[in-house]
T-cell receptor, first 112, second 113 residues
Framework: DQQVKQNSPSLSVQEGRISILNCDYT??????FLWYKKYPAEGPTFLIS?????DKNEDGRFTVFLNKSAKHLSLHIVPSQPGDSAVYFC???????????FGQGTILTVHP | DSGVTQTPKHLITATGQRVTLRCSPR?????VYWYQQSLDQGLQFLIQ???????AKGNILERFSAQQFPDLHSELNLSSLELGDSALYFC????????????FGPGTRLTVL
């Protein structure tokens, strides 16, 4: 039972444009969501998070949007840079239970 | 660099064998988490320790066990290894538990031949 889904295995974007990565979840009890970025041969690196009491959180070029009614979150990267090319994972958590449930990841490629 | 260290980086072994993976959390972090990333399963939570005590269990096989020592480093023991155990094993740590961000180590790549 995959409770967190990233339906796009890959995304290709031109440098300077917006990258939008999407994530859907099924468990309405999740109350905290995170995005991690992963380069080959490295562990996931924390990017940005959002609590279920908010619908938007911004950190520099990265913004995460949460639509609780649709059980959907998205990560916007503006402007995209070639160094952003990596695998992006969304993860969800129950506050009362520390484990993270991850999506399958989306490979983002930003072309110069 | 997240501050979480894992050894070894790579491990190649045979079916039926036993291995130990080691993780040192970030300085000051009390919680350690283990995750497995295999090709077809994505990142799956295995187990969590907090200040030496087991706190949560995920999809961890009975052949696998873990512990967290008084100095807060953790070890994941995998025994009676099968081909399907080949995967990346990540350790993450957080300050306390539940509400704190988890920071991941670089992982140990296990290959079972």
């Amino acid at each position: 039972d995959q409770q967190v889904k990233q339906n796009s295995p890959s995304l290709s974007v031109q440098e300077g444009r917006i990258s939008i990565l999407n994530c859907d979840y099924t468990n309405s009890m999740f109350d905290y969501f995170l995005w991690y970025k992963k380069y080959p041969a490295e562990g996931p690196t924390f990017l940005i998070s959002i609590s279920s009491i908010k619908d938007k959180n911004e950190d520099g070029r990265f913004t995460v949007f949460l639509n609780k009614s649709a059980k959907h979150l998205s990560l916007h990267i503006v402007p995209s840079q070639p160094g952003d090319s990596a695998v992006y994972f969304c993860a969800a958590r129950l506050t009362s239970y520390g484990k993270l449930t991850f999506g399958q990841g989306t490979i983002l490629t930003v072309h110069p | 660099d997240s501050g979480v260290t894992q050894t070894p980086k790579h491990l190649i072994t045979a079916t039926g064998q036993r291995v130990t993976l080691r993780c040192s959390p970030r300085s000051g972090d009390l919680s350690v988490y283990w995750y497995q990333q295999s090709l077809d399963q994505g990142l799956q939570f295995l187990i969590q320790y907090y200040n030496g005590e087991e706190r949560a269990k995920g999809n961890i096989l009975e052949r696998f066990s873990a512990q967290q020592f008084p100095d807060l480093h953790s070890e994941l023991n995998l025994s009676s290894l099968e081909l399907g155990d080949s995967a990346l094993y990540f350790c993450a740590s957080s300050l306390r538990t539940y509400t704190d961000t988890q920071y991941f180590g670089p992982g140990t790549r296990l290959t079972v031949l």
